[in-house]
C-alpha cells in the first residue's frame, strides 16, 4: 500500500528528494513517517528520521535531521516526501516510509503500514 522511491547514490553535500506514494483510501486521515537503517543494524532497529501530521501541520524531526530535511505532503495525491539536503555519508541508509491513522509518532512499532524502503548512498 506504500511505495517509496527517490533514493541514489549523491556525494557528501548533494541533495535528495525521497517520495511515498500510498494506495489507501482516506490518506488524509493517516500520519506519515520516515525512518531509516543504516548498514548493518537490523531491520526492527530503524531511526526516526521525520514525521507530519494527516494535515500537514504537524511535523516533528530527529535531530539529525533538523535543519537539513524537510518532510511534506501532498494529500490530494495520496504521497509526502522527504527533501534532504547537506547530505552527510553518516545519512547512508535504507530509507523507509510509513503511516498510521491518527496522530503522528516518532516509535517505529506505532506504524502499521510501511513502504518497501528505498536506498540513499551518500559518499565522502
Known amino acids: 500500500q506504500l511505495q517509496a522511491c527517490g533514493g541514489g547514490l549523491v556525494q557528501a553535500g548533494g541533495s535528495l528528494r525521497l517520495s511515498c506514494t500510498s494506495s489507501?483510501?482516506?490518506?488524509?486521515?493517516?500520519?506519515g513517517a520516515w525512518f531509516r537503517q543504516p548498514p548493518g543494524k537490523e531491520r526492527e532497529f530503524v531511526e526516526f528520521?521525520?514525521?507530519?501530521?494527516?494535515?500537514?501541520?504537524?511535523?516533528s524531526y530527529a535531530s539529525h535531521a533538523k535543519g537539513r530535511f524537510t518532510i511534506s505532503r501532498i494529500n490530494d495525491r495520496n504521497t509526502f516526501h522527504l527533501q534532504m539536503n547537506s547530505l552527510k555519508p553518516e545519512d547512508t541508509a535504507v530509507y523507509y516510509c510509513?503511516?498510521?491513522?491518527?496522530?503522528?509518532?516518532?516509535?517505529?512499532?506505532?506504524?502499521?503500514?510501511w513502504g518497501q524502503g528505498t536506498l540513499v548512498t551518500v559518499s565522502s
Open positions: 489507501v483510501r482516506t490518506f488524509s486521515s493517516y500520519a
Open positions: 528520521v521525520a514525521a507530519i501530521g494527516s494535515s500537514g501541520g504537524e511535523t
Open positions: 510509513a503511516v498510521r491513522v491518527g496522530w503522528y509518532s516518532i516509535y517505529s512499532t506505532e506504524y502499521d503500514t
